[in-house]
């Protein structure tokens, strides 16, 4: 008989909330997978959880997986664990899962908190339908191109952002997605400090930045998806900002107003917000 592979959720800040399920669960296995075993080995130590540690990331989970198979084969019990919450949702371990699946290896789930929902559902904006896009690009023209493709997107958007970008970010979402979109910023969800704002992104940039403590911690973005007006003028908005690079604002929203169709003022308004 093969073992087991558990897919164990840990806390993404506040450990009162490791399930008793998932302490159970770590105690009893044989192995347990980590993508950063030191920072995962403070964990079980809290916990009083004294089990071998197996290190997999992105850059050795494509070598590792065959031993890691190997020994479920033979019986071996294995928990994959993530630095913090949910397994695999933007974390390595997929390609473990998969694999798992090919041998008829049986999975299972311990579920617990996830930083995307969480922020969800603290945002305010609509949860019926979502999609989780993970990090946004780091480099500036990759990014603008990225969220362009999302623009019209109706469905509420989740990202994660580090805070040395996330201001970028977000000024990068005014230009794609115009200044009225409202966006929830969540920050060190569960932990002591855990702040939650959301607000068009015309008012939120200027709330990022004017404190250094709202730059500070790991990051959720949850943006609100596009309305209908979204949709006919995020092209808009977007032209207008690269002719405002050579115009002033009232010149460009003139030219960007005779090309696309938009209100001139509603595009000079998008400019000086």
Known sequence: MSGV??????????????????????????????????????????????????????HNEVNRIDSLIQRLLQGDSVAQISDAGTPLINDPGYLLARRAREEGIEITAIPGPSAPVVALSLSGLPVNRFSFEG??????????????????????LIFFESPRRVVESLQAMRSCFGPERRVSVARELTKIHESVHTAPLCELIEWMESDSNNRRGEFVLVVEGAQEEDKDDSEAYRIVEIIARELAPRKAAAVAAEITGVRKNKLYRSLVE
Not at 33 to 46: C, I, K, M, P, W
Not at 150 to 155: G, K, S, V
């Open 5 to 58: 592979l558990y897919i164990v959720t840990t806390p993404i800040g506040n450990l009162g909330d490791f399930s008793p399920r998932g302490q159970q669960t770590l105690s009893s296995v044989d192995l347990i997978v980590a993508e950063d075993t030191r920072h995962s080995r403070n964990l079980l130590n809290y916990f009083g959880i004294d089990k071998p540690l197996f290190s997999l990331h992105e």
């Open 135 to 156: 990090f946004i690009p780091s480099r500036a023209v990759a990014r603008e191109q990225f969220l362009q493709q999302l623009a019209a997107e109706t469905r509420t």
